[in-house]
């Protein structure tokens, strides 16, 4: 607030000021008389003008008129204005007579014939003024909403972003907990590495709010355990592949998206076939992009299913972070498979 208001009076005094140079260098390129009684009159215009303009814009802000102007305040703000200018060229008028300061006192004009010809000669001056004081807040308007646009749309992404990943909590947990009590009896060692592997899932997921990216390696591990539990339930009737390229280990992703793609696989892919089936996991570079490919036994039509969390949290999440600059697809493949691919931009700074 105090530096928009120290602008306001720096600009006000420089541009009266202004006025004032103007006017003493064209009054000196015409030959003009410049006596004590002009510059005398110069004094009065210029405080004068510097004391109306400022109540003027003391009315705009007590009237509201500030832009964008609603119709109705247009004759609002030309009434205000045209009553400033006669009043601006009125006082002009009477201090002038006042102090007896004319041009020429050998051609002294009336009263209201002087105010007239100030009010003709400076009201220009006066809507010059308003213009630059609308235009001034115009713009400074303009800055603020796109300002407070970029704001919003960040703090949307932001919560878009949040609300996702709250929903990315492991549907399995029920079975996983079921399986583990199971194995309570007749496997304790291996009761004991499931619940480390729960724990670990669990942990992972609520530390997923309060980061936007974490290492491919970390999300890796996730996926391990988290297929270690489904194992319990499935059986043989799970396999897993990994095909890793160890140099993308270190490469930032989404947390929680590939063990998303992953559960996806398993939930409808896997589970919906008798003999159970394969699960692949690949991550390589390609194109100056990080792809991560999440293949499964199954139909696309099993898996495609456009309202499915794990296929729309994907795609916004991929959306909100990198915009166009990322991609996801689900396809069949020949053999009997069906593949999710997520390519994300090597050399990408998120904003």
């Not at 814009?57 to 832009?67: D, G, S």
Request: charged share 20%; proline share 3%.
């Amino acid at each position: 607030m105090r530096r928009n208001v120290s602008a306001y009076w720096w600009c006000q005094v420089s541009g009266w000021l202004f006025y004032g140079l103007t006017m003493l260098f064209f009054s000196f390129l015409f030959d003009q008389k410049l006596n004590n009684d002009f510059y005398a009159r110069l004094g009065i215009y210029i405080f004068s003008g510097f004391l109306f303009t400022h109540v003027l814009r003391e009315l705009f802000i007590a009237l509201k008129i500030q832009p964008p102007i609603e119709k109705k305040k247009w004759w609002l703000l030309v009434a205000v204005v045209l009553s400033i200018c006669v009043l601006y060229s009125l006082v002009n008028s009477v201090i002038v007579e006042w102090l007896k300061l004319y041009n020429n006192p050998a051609n002294k004009y009336s009263l209201e014939k002087r105010a007239l010809y100030n009010f003709l000669g400076d009201s220009p001056i006066m809507f010059i003024w308003v213009s630059i004081y609308f235009v001034w807040h115009y713009v400074q308007v303009s800055r603020k909403s796109e300002f407070d646009k970029v704001r919003l749309e960040s703090l949307v992404k932001e919560l878009e972003l949040k609300t996702i990943k709250s929903h990315i909590n492991p549907h399995f947990i029920f079975n996983a907990l079921n399986s583990i009590r199971a194995l309570v009896d007749e496997n304790p060692g291996r009761a004991r590495t499931a619940i480390t592997e729960l724990s670990n899932i669990l942990r992972s997921s609520m530390q997923a709010d309060k980061v936007e990216m974490a290492p491919f390696e970390r999300e890796l591990n996730i996926v391990k355990d988290y297929l270690a539990l489904e194992y319990i339930r499935f059986e043989e009737r799970l396999k897993v592949e990994y095909d890793i390229d160890e140099d993308t280990l270190d490469q930032p992703v989404p947390p929680m998206m590939l063990q998303t793609l992953v559960e996806n696989a398993i939930k409808h892919g896997i589970s919906k076939k008798v003999d159970g089936g394969l699960i692949r996991i690949i991550s390589r570079f390609h194109d100056d992009c990080h792809e991560l490919l999440v293949q499964n036994t199954g139909k696309l039509s099993d898996n495609a299913n456009p309202d499915g969390f794990g296929i729309v949290s994907t795609q916004n999440r991929l959306n909100l972070l990198y915009g166009i600059h990322a991609s996801f697809n689900l396809r069949e493949l020949s053999n009997g498979m069906v593949e999710a691919k997520v390519s994300i931009p090597l050399h990408f700074h998120l904003g």
